[in-house]
Nanobody
């Protein structure tokens, strides 16, 4: 059974850091594009970052550039999102998603598999 499981969310003060992890099971995600998305209450789901399969090109939303870093460890079948200098507006449920293809996009409709999400709350 194909499954993605996120972990690493929590409560952090503004300016703090968190690292989210996304573990894949039932398939190897080495050649798949992987995206991180987030959804805050009463807001649409938005793309945060993505990493392409094969060439591993990364992209970031303007709101997180310079603060977030996406990476993957194919040996562990894991993808990570390092989040630094967190702001209250980063508060949301964060999801990882995998695409059948290898081209990373910020459109959630391009992704085929989703995790259950992990809550990130940035507050003092």
């Amino acid at each position: 059974q194909l499954q993605l499981v996120e972990s690493g969310g929590g409560l952090v003060q503004p300016g703090g850091s968190l690292r989210l992890s996304c573990a894949a099971s039932g398939f190897t995600l080495e050649n798949n594009a992987i995206g991180w998305f987030r959804q805050a209450p009463w807001k649409e789901r938005e793309g945060v970052s993505c990493i392409a399969g094969r060439d591993y090109i990364t992209n970031y939303a303007d709101s997180v550039k310079g603060r977030f870093t996406i990476s993957r460890d194919n040996a562990k079948n894991m993808v990570y999102l390092q989040m630094n200098s967190l702001k209250p507006e980063d508060t949301a449920v964060y999801y990882c998603a995998a695409d059948h293809g290898d081209i990373g996009t910020s459109d959630y409709r391009d992704y085929d598999y989703w995790g259950q999400g992990t809550q990130v709350t940035v507050s003092s």
